[in-house]
């Protein structure tokens, strides 16, 4: 009996170490979207949906038309280029979920010319793209 508890623990202790692999998760899409444990909860479509970004809050919205779907990130400061991090504060409603986190502390990962910025929050295994527009 205590040998099935041993498998049972470690099998258990493994599925909790599942870890993502960045470039399937986040690196490979480019639209501004939100993925929580390697799975889409929040994608923007710029055909039926609206970005607002504020610099001087550092604010980012991205909603749909009908408001049935939308994503805010909240910085403490403006994101910067890849390697530097940034506390933000994460809210979403969408088909697949909704959340609000507070303090979330993201690596930027990569950036590109467009305002893409792509960020992951590794403790809840959150990626995040967003763009920054003018």
Not at 70 to 93: I, M
Request: charged share 25%; glycine share 6%.
């Amino acid at each position: 009996m205590k040998r099935y508890m041993f498998f049972i623990i470690a099998a258990l202790s493994l599925s909790a170490c599942v870890q993502y692999n960045l470039d399937e998760v986040l690196l490979e899409q480019s639209e501004v979207s939100l993925s929580i444990k390697g799975k889409n909860q929040y994608v923007f479509h710029s055909a039926s949906g609206q970005m607002a970004f504020n610099s001087e809050n550092t604010l980012y919205r991205y909603m749909d038309d009908n408001m049935s779907s939308w994503l805010e990130l909240k910085c403490q400061s403006k994101p910067g280029g890849a390697g530097d991090k940034v506390v933000a504060d994460l809210k979403w409603k969408s088909k697949e979920s909704s959340g609000d986190e507070k303090d979330l502390e993201f690596d930027i990962k990569q950036t590109d010319d467009k305002g893409t910025i792509w960020m992951w929050n590794d403790t809840n295994n959150i990626g995040l793209i967003i763009r920054e527009f003018d």
